[in-house]
Nanobody, 119 residues
Framework: QVQLVESGGGLVQAGGSLRLSCAAS????????MGWFRQAPGKEREFVAA???????YYEDSVKARFTISRDNAKNTVYLQMNSLKPDDTAVYYC?????????????WGQGTQVTVSS
């Protein structure tokens, strides 16, 4: 069983930055692919970014030039650095673990952290 705890969400003005963190329990963090997803009000959850065990990264097109996913295996933590935020980025952001970056299917999910971008 893996537990995921997200943090770092909040309210920011358009053009600003936030860094989300996701701390994972478990001894095999370094072997997991990790992902970030988001769900805006009234919309389905969508893929944002992923990082494989090797460090290979994947991004949804609309965030590719603005967001950066990274991981620190020593701290069992994955990060999502979000720059040049837009009101359309407003959503609950979820961390996911133990999955497949190509299929975007993950076994474990966090509770989510709210990101609100004001115009």
């Amino acid at each position: 069983q893996v537990q995921l705890v997200e943090s770092g969400g909040g309210l920011v003005q358009a053009g600003g930055s936030l860094r989300l963190s996701c701390a994972a329990s478990g001894r095999t963090f370094s072997s997991y692919a990790m992902g970030w997803f988001r769900q805006a009000p009234g919309k389905e959850r969508e893929f944002v970014a992923a990082i494989g065990w090797s460090g290979r990264t994947y991004y949804e097109d609309s965030v590719k030039a603005r967001f950066t996913i990274s991981r620190d295996n020593a701290k069992n933590t994955v990060y999502l650095q979000m720059n040049s935020l837009k009101p359309d980025d407003t959503a609950v952001y979820y961390c996911a673990a133990d999955g497949n970056p190509q299929t975007r299917s993950y076994r474990y999910w966090g509770q989510g952290t709210q990101v609100t971008v004001s115009s």
